[in-house]
T-cell receptor
């Protein structure tokens, strides 16, 4: 089973604050993804990457930056956090061949007050 | 409107019963479907994929795909309390790498 580790598990910040969510996968997967989960909306793709230095825009990118520093590490940055970004964030990875399954981390619960 | 819509939003079945979950896509480019399951406090985990018309069976789980109507369903027979979870349908186009998820169906299996 592929291993995807997210940190922190919980984060509280104030409106306008800076937040960095971290994700590491140790399975040599090419693709990594950031999703947010909200009741009624399911999982929505924020950003994804197919390798170190690469970044692709997802479906709900506004207010988020991401950076893939190595094949293993993918970061999500909220530079001016807003209450609308209060959510459960999941990182996932996949080998990247067509229609491959995604392997998810345990999630980071972010609250923006 | 979400490109992948699931119904019902919630479902309760007795232990040993059959649970049926539905998913429809509004995007004709979506031809490849997955079912994911998420237990409380965990990340989603892939249950099964279905890429061809017809049925695909894996143990107690059967998926059915009708590409003409872009409808996919998941049937769980002999439901167990451990099947209680949030179930997501997800779809991708021919490029494959990017999955679009539906809003989810919460299944409760009553002992």
């Amino acid at each position: 089973e592929a291993a995807v580790t997210q940190s922190p598990r919980n984060k509280v910040t104030v409106t306008g604050g800076n937040v960095t969510l971290s994700c590491r996968q140790t399975n040599s997967h090419n693709y990594m993804y950031w999703y947010r989960q909200d009741t009624g909306h399911g999982l929505r793709l924020i950003h994804y990457s197919y390798g170190a230095g690469n970044l692709q825009i997802g479906d709900v990118p506004d207010g988020y930056k991401a950076t893939r520093t190595t094949q293993e590490d993918f970061f999500l940055l909220l530079e001016l956090a807003s209450p609308s970004q209060t959510s459960l964030y999941f990182c996932a990875s996949s080998e990247g061949r067509d229609n491959e399954r995604l392997f998810f981390g345990h999630g980071t619960k972010l609250s923006v007050l | 409107q979400q490109k992948v819509q699931q119904s019902p939003e919630s479902l309760s079945v007795p232990e040993g019963g059959m649970a049926s979950l539905n998913c429809t896509s509004s995007d004709r480019n979506f031809q490849y479907f997955w079912w994911y399951r998420q237990h409380s406090g965990e990340g989603p985990k892939a249950l099964m994929s279905i890429f061809s018309d017809g049925d695909k069976k894996e143990g107690r789980f059967t998926a059915h795909l009708n590409k003409a109507s872009l409808h996919v369903s998941l049937h769980i027979r002999d439901s167990q309390p451990s099947d209680s979870a949030l179930y997501f349908c997800a779809a991708s186009d021919n490029a494959g790498a990017k999955l679009t998820f539906g809003g989810g169906t919460r299944l409760t299996v009553r002992p």
